[in-house]
């Protein structure tokens, strides 16, 4: 698998296999994603907004030229919305071969997870289902909420958001 999370969850992982995921805050929550799947972090910038999108877009950025919607992973996963602050960020991702930005509370750190420390994902971890969900790992004392990014928009809701651009 050569230490992406990239396989199905199905899949027996050798035990040497170590992930490199970016860590992340919404709330209290940790989550963290597959660090191949992430063009770059940037600081909060001016989002338009974007009439008849889902309620979970907060509109668009324009990013070197690229126009990338911008989705507040908060109202995705059922968060309560708040003000965005200094710490506030968007990580952009890549979908099917498009750029996405994800807004969260606070980019922690980037970690390494030994597969044998991943666990699959229970039906319910904090706020969101587990269809969004590719495992928890433990680090420590920590528990990390693995993120599969294909999986937060359908190709449905990708579509629709396509359409609203």
């Known amino acids: 698998m050569n230490g992406n999370l990239s396989g199905t969850k199905n899949e027996v992982l050798a035990d040497d296999t170590v992930f490199q ?9 940790e989550f963290v994603i597959d660090i191949l799947k992430v063009q770059e972090i940037i600081k909060m910038i001016d989002i ?14 324009n990013l070197r030229g690229k126009v990338i919607p911008v989705i507040s992973l908060r109202k995705r996963f059922g968060f ?5 602050d200094n710490l ?9 071969k498009k750029l996405v930005g994800f807004i969260v509370d606070k980019v922690t750190e980037v970690l390494r997870i030994p597969a044998s420390s991943i666990e699959p994902p229970p039906p319910l971890v904090s706020k969101i289902g587990s269809e969004y969900l590719k495992g928890v790992g433990k680090i420590g004392d920590r528990l990390l909420i693995i993120l599969e990014v294909e999986k937060i928009l359908s190709t449905d809701e990708q579509k629709e958001i396509n359409n609203s651009l």
Request: charged fraction near 25%; glycine fraction near 6%.
């Open 21 to 29: 995921v970016v860590g992340f805050k919404l709330e209290d929550e």
């Open 48 to 61: 338009t907004p974007l009439p008849n999108a889902p309620h979970y877009v907060n509109g668009v950025i």
């Open 80 to 84: 309560e919305d708040r003000v965005n």
């Open 88 to 96: 506030t960020r968007i990580i952009v991702v890549e979908i099917d």
